[in-house]
Nanobody, 124 residues
Framework: QVQLVESGGGLVQAGGSLRLSCAAS????????MGWFRQAPGKEREFVAA????????YYVDSVKGRFTISRDNAKNTVDLQMHSLKPEDTAVYFC?????????????????WGQGTQVTVSS
């Protein structure tokens, strides 16, 4: 079992930055690929970014490439999402997710454990 807790969400103006963090507890963190997803009201949960178990492979949805950076610290059991140049369309609840094994995924069904989410609101 893995417990995930996100933090760092908030209200920011368009063009601003936020850094989300996800703290993991439970089994060996480095055994898991990690992902960030988001869900806006009335929309399906959307893949944002993923990172392999050792940080060697990174994946992003096209809409955030060049603006968001995913990173992890296996010694601290954390995975972060640095977000720059935020846009109103980035407004959503952001979720951290863990997938057992070395392979990342871009679908919610690829992931085994989820955090409770953190709200990100970008005002225009």
């Amino acid at each position: 079992q893995v417990q995930l807790v996100e933090s760092g969400g908030g209200l920011v103006q368009a063009g601003g930055s936020l850094r989300l963090s996800c703290a993991a507890s439970g089994r060996t963190f480095s055994s898991y690929a990690m992902g960030w997803f988001r869900q806006a009201p009335g929309k399906e949960r959307e893949f944002v970014a993923a990172i392999s178990w050792n940080g060697g492979r990174l994946y992003y949805v096209d809409s955030v490439k060049g603006r968001f950076t995913i990173s992890r610290d296996n010694a601290k059991n954390t995975v972060d999402l640095q977000m720059h140049s935020l846009k109103p369309e980035d407004t959503a609840v952001y979720f951290c997710a863990a997938r057992f094994g070395t392979v990342t995924g871009t679908y919610p069904t690829n992931y085994d454990y989820w955090g409770q989410g953190t709200q990100v609101t970008v005002s225009s």
